[in-house]
């Protein structure tokens, strides 16, 4: 409710009032509805354990007007905007690791640039229809996905010892220090370079792939993956966020009411923590997804317009 | 592997972080600001409010040819306009990782880690080229 005066004040503007006898083509309509989606959207992300960029492409390219160029450019930006946000207390707290995030974040990075060309060359159908079954494929895996909280790692990699990635992190629950190391670090990267593409491609971020190769592949406990991933994001996002930019890819009429929503959602998110039930919130968002995925397939295939 | 040992890249981590908080603060102080002076009009925009639902459903090629809006980093030149000026926080938010790492480098490069000092270069590369518009075929 004390929002609303600066709501009133915001549209009595003349600068909106010019828009608004064009009753539902006023140009502000649209950005005030992706804000408002935005904000449910990043509150019910955090329980779910994703990031915003994964729900956001697929919903906004499935519902809204925009061309998925754009969406795709403002879903960059979504997930280059929560991880960069995030990243600071992540590693002060020691729940990102930079050791770890660096040679899997660049790898990442040089791909995710190939998924941004390649995305922006092809017809917008072929990427909807190619993000309607990359989602569709995340709800599966999200579905059968199981995460282990302390990975058990009998002797870490050649590589990771010779990059000298291991570290410690004090778990705030149980208040005992952990100790970590990797193994599979060779096929991590290799992993990371295809998760990187499709966050280019997409637009969609990586977190729903990042953390199960950082956790079940590589190891990593689970609390130090979620944070390496969003630490891996500010990097891998970045670049592909160059090239859409570069590229006119990204209005900041779509990618701005959409990052302040997600972010603004995202921190109530957090605070509901405690009282929402994680695991009914994580079974919305897996039906959520699906449904936006069938849409993405459907609008690609040129049934559903 | 002890305490002692993880917490030699205590130095590295933390001043990533540092620069991370301020970088990323002013880029979103930057992007609300000048969003802020683009829709309230304080800034003119190159394509007014009201003609955006006419193109924002074309592709981006097409969005550009039909608008005539700058390619590339020509945008920096036209920072009076209030929807080019928006690139601004966004070139900053795109740009808080390249601050990041060159901040890291002289950590690295002390400590005779050439390793992640060639990593940090390389990726100084990647992320510059996908910046300067090299990867988009324009100098």
């Not at chain 1, 996002?237 to 997600?262: K, Q, R």
């Not at chain 1, 849409?295 to 559903?304: F, S, Y």
């Not at chain 2, 601050?99 to 400590?111: D, E, G, H, K, Q």
Request: glycine share 12%; proline share 5%.
């Amino acid at each position: 409710m004390r929002c609303l005066p600066l709501t009133l004040f915001f549209f009595s503007h003349p600068a909106f009032a010019a828009g608004a006898g064009a009753g539902a083509s006023a140009w502000w309509v649209w950005p005030l509805a992706l804000f408002v989606v935005c904000f449910f959207l990043g509150i019910v992300a955090v329980p779910a354990g994703v990031g915003g960029g994964v729900l956001f492409v697929p919903i906004v390219g499935s519902f809204f007007p925009f061309h998925l160029d754009f969406v795709r450019g403002a879903g960059l930006l979504v997930a280059l905007a929560s991880s960069l946000a995030a990243g600071p207390s992540l590693l002060k707290a020691g729940l990102a690791n930079l050791r770890l995030a660096m040679p899997l974040a660049f790898g990442a990075s040089v791909s995710a640039i190939g998924g941004a060309m390649l995305g922006l060359a092809l017809p917008a159908n072929v990427v909807q229809v190619a993000l309607g079954l990359t989602i569709l494929g995340i709800v599966v895996l999200m579905a059968v996905a199981r995460k282990s909280e302390y990975p058990h790692v009998p002797a870490s990699d050649s590589l990771s010892g010779m990059l000298g990635i291991h570290g410690i992190f004090r778990d705030a629950i149980s208040g005992e220090d952990v100790n970590w190391q990797v193994h599979r670090t060779p096929l991590g990267m290799a992993l990371f370079l295809v998760i990187g593409f499709l966050g280019g491609l997409f637009g969609v971020g990586a977190g729903w792939a990042n953390v199960p190769v950082l956790n079940l592949l590589m190891g990593v406990p689970l609390k130090v993956a979620a944070g390496t991933s969003s630490l891996i994001l500010t990097t891998a996002s970045s670049s592909a966020t160059w090239y859409y930019l570069d590229n006119g890819a990204i209005l900041p009429i779509i990618a701005v009411p959409s990052v302040v929503g997600m972010m603004i959602g995202a921190r109530i998110g957090a605070h509901l923590l405690s009282v929402l039930n994680a695991s009914v919130i994580r079974r919305m968002v897996i039906a959520m997804l699906f449904v936006s995925g069938v849409g993405a397939l459907l609008k690609g295939l040129g049934i559903w317009a | 592997m002890g305490l002692k040992d993880a917490g030699q890249y205590d130095e590295e981590q933390l001043r990533y972080a540092a620069w991370l908080h301020w970088s990323t603060l002013l880029g979103f102080l930057t992007l609300i600001g000048t969003f802020v002076a683009y829709v309230f009009g304080i800034l003119p925009a190159r394509i007014p409010l009201e003609r955006l639902p006419q193109v924002w459903n074309l592709p981006a090629d097409e969005y550009l040819k039909v608008t005539g809006m700058p390619k590339g980093w020509a945008w920096i030149g036209m920072l009076g306009s209030g929807d080019l000026a928006s690139f601004l926080g966004i070139a900053i938010l795109s740009g808080c990782s390249i601050f990041c790492i060159l901040a890291v480098m002289s950590v690295y490069a002390r400590r005779r880690d050439w390793i992640y000092l060639v990593l940090c270069v390389l990726e100084i590369v990647i992320l510059v080229s996908a910046a300067s518009g090299l990867l988009s075929g324009r100098h």
